[in-house]
Each structure stands twice: as C-alpha cells, then as structure tokens.
C-alpha cells in the first residue's frame, strides 16, 4: 500500500517549457488535490477533484490545468511555466466522507 | 472566504519544555480542524477535532477545540528535539466539499 505517490520528486524548466506532474492514490479515494508550498505561505489549494469525472478551482488556478484519469490519477499541467510557478507541489487525497487528507512526497520544481 | 491564523509564526524551545500553538478561523459552515506535522516533506496528520471542549490525545501531544470562540490549540509537553517542524492547522467547510483551507503554519525548533 503505497498511499500517494507523485513523480518527479525534483524538476528544472525554463521560462515557457511545460509539463505535467503526475499523482496516484491507492486508497480508493474519491477526492484529489492539488497544491502548492512557497516559503511562509503554507498550503494554497490550486485545483482539486471531489470524484472522479469533475475538477474545480482552488485559490490559485492560474498558470494550472488539471485531469482527473481515472480514480487513481490526478495529474497537474502547466502549459507554459513562470518563474513565480517555483515551488513545492503537494498532491493529496481524501475519503469523501472524512476530511482527513493523505499527501504525497511532493515535487520541488525550479523555473529559472 | 473561509480564513486560518496560526501564531506565533516560529518558536525556539529547548528540550523538556511545554509549547502551546495557536489557531484561529473563520469559516461559513465549519466541518472539522485537522492539525498537521510537517518536517522535511509531505505533512502527516496528528488529530482532526469536530466538537468542542474535547481533548484528542497522543502521547505527548493534545489538542482541544473551542467553537464558540472559534480557535484550537495544540499542545506538546516535555518536548523533544524530534518534535522540531511546521506545525499546520487545516479547516473544513461543509459548504466547501472536502476542501481544506490551510493556515501558514508554526515553526517549532527544538534545542537540546
């Protein structure tokens, strides 16, 4: 039982590469989350998925997009990266009747 | 919009002290409190709280709720140098889904 795994664990782009970071749960979690981590500001929520089929935005949806595969993969793009995109992602997920969330190891991505 | 303060915003101690860590909120419809240990990675959870005045307990850590005045604390005793970390505080909205809005969380250093 893995939990949640997320890959790459670290990641360099340039200015207007892109790329998708992948998500995977095996807990057979309904909900999936998308974060990120910058320095002093805790966790910002960026798009999550309450079931399979259906995302939504979070507090900071700009610069992301994301698709919800399947029940086990949720996976989060960015189409052109920014420097201000630098940050630790988080992905996470949940039982839809409990609010506890299970995270993964993260993702540390430098856009230079 | 739902909104979590934590404070102090980092604490040094020495090992064998007490901490106490605070966490405010506002939220619309108020579902649960979750508290969160973050070290070097991905948060682990410690304890979600639903009603108030209820200790939740484990080991040297406590946690209480007070809904009226809208704010849990989390406490540690007889610390321990493996206790340094980010401590986070998460609400959850019943008019959010299973969305959870962090607050920037606490930074504990523990000195031997």
């Known amino acids: 039982n893995a939990g949640v795994t997320q890959t790459p664990k670290f990641q360099v782009l340039k200015t207007g590469q892109s790329m998708t970071l992948q998500c995977a749960q095996d807990?057979?979690?309904?909900?999936m989350y998308w974060y990120r981590q910058d320095p002093g500001m805790g966790l910002r929520l960026i798009y999550y998925?309450?079931?399979?089929?259906?995302?939504d935005k979070g507090e900071v949806p700009n610069g992301y997009n994301v698709s919800r595969l399947n029940k086990r993969e949720f996976s989060l793009r960015l189409e052109s990266a920014a420097p201000s995109q630098t940050s630790v992602y988080f992905c996470?997920?949940?039982?839809?009747?409990?609010?506890?969330?299970?995270f993964g190891p993260g993702t540390r991505l430098t856009v230079l | 919009e739902d909104k979590v303060v934590q404070s102090p915003l980092s604490l040094v101690v020495h090992e064998g002290d007490t901490v106490t860590l605070n966490c405010s909120y506002e939220?619309?419809?108020?579902?649960?409190l979750l508290w969160y240990k973050q070290e070097k990675k991905a948060p682990t959870f410690l304890f979600m709280l639903?009603?108030?005045?209820i200790e939740k307990k484990s080991g040297r850590l406590s946690s209480i709720l007070d809904k009226k005045e809208l704010f849990s604390i989390l406490n540690i005793t007889a610390t321990q140098t493996g206790d340094s970390a980010v401590y986070l505080c998460?609400?959850?909205?019943?008019?959010?889904?299973?969305?959870?809005?962090f607050g920037g969380g606490t930074r504990l250093m523990v000195k031997p």
């Open positions: 996470a997920s949940s039982d839809r009747v409990y609010n506890e969330q299970f």
């Open positions: 807990m057979n979690h309904n909900s």
């Open positions: 998925s309450a079931s399979e089929g259906t995302t």
């Open positions: 939220v619309t419809n108020f579902r649960s």
């Open positions: 639903t009603s108030s005045g």
């Open positions: 998460a609400v959850g909205d019943n008019n959010a889904g299973n969305m959870l809005t």
